[in-house]
């Protein structure tokens, strides 16, 4: 899924200030990449109670003022156009070394896994449900689209927003309501940047949620008793031998008294 995000690479408070009256302000300085770290400019920015005073902007290399108090600092800056691209320009150059050492882990993308159920069977004039879910993705942008038989299905969709997982990751949950036809296909595309073209999970309407239960269960059950088993017979090796060392120890120290009796009669 391509997308034409700006990314921010820095976020930088090199000033914060609070009077005793509680008034405060702060400058603000913005890296930003548009498209690769060849193409970076700064918005410099100073704000004083929630106010916007004046904003830099070094593609357009000029300062805006956003109140008539700003309006004189603006003109003074603005009469400086080669300092401002020369101070500018030694923001750009840290703004470029920040990104070489952390561009690379903001681009990394993680693929989400995505699950189909059912939710609810149709009954009557109540539709069924199916719920496709994708879970632990990164970054967040995502896109679930429902097909039936290979068309886009707009009607009866609901989907939640992105819900931040609290460890970077994200998780999403698309609904379907729908009555079931004989033969039909029901797919969930997944468009994300972790793709570089849509992965689509095609719903198997063959088994029921319990069904599927039961022999998930049924398996775990399996692996279980197979564990189990093998436990067992190396529990059962380990003893059978142990019986056969301790019984060949008894036979020979019984045998020393008949070797000694049997050299007395021959003297």
């Known amino acids: 899924m391509q997308s034409d995000r700006v990314i921010q690479l820095a976020l930088l408070l090199p000033i914060l200030f609070e009077t005793v009256h509680g008034h405060y302000g702060f400058i603000l300085v913005l890296c930003r990449v548009l498209g690769s770290l060849q193409n970076v400019e700064i918005i410099y920015s ?75 069977q149709a009954s009557g004039k109540s539709p069924a449900m199916l719920i496709c879910s994708a879970y632990d993705f990164y970054p967040k942008p995502i896109k679930l689209t429902w097909m039936r038989d290979d068309k886009e299905v707009t009607a009866d969709v609901t989907s939640t927003e992105e819900l931040a997982d609290g460890d970077w990751y994200y998780q999403i949950h698309s609904h379907l309501e729908y009555f079931p036809k004989p033969g039909e296909k029901i797919s969930c595309v997944v468009e994300h940047a972790s793709s570089h073209r849509p992965m689509i999970y095609d719903w198997d309407p063959s088994l029921s949620e319990s069904e599927r239960y039961k022999i998930t ?15 067992g017979l190396v529990y059962f090796k380990r003893k059978h031998t142990a019986l056969i060392i301790s019984a060949g120890s008894q036979h020979i120290a019984c045998s020393e008294p008949l070797q000694t009796l049997s050299n007395a009669e021959v003297h």
């Open 46 to 120: 100073i704000n004083y109670d929630k106010r916007e005073l004046l904003r830099f902007n070094s593609t357009e290399n000029k300062v805006v003022a956003y109140t008539e108090y700003a309006m004189k600092w603006a003109d003074d800056f603005n009469k400086k156009p080669e300092w401002l691209h020369m101070e500018a320009e030694k923001v750009i150059t840290d703004c470029k070394r920040f990104g070489q050492l952390y561009l690379p882990e903001a681009e990394k993308t993680v693929k989400p896994e995505v699950i189909i159920r059912s939710v609810r």
């Open 217 to 231: 269960t049924g398996a775990a059950g399996v692996v279980l008793g197979v564990i189990m088993a093998v436990g």
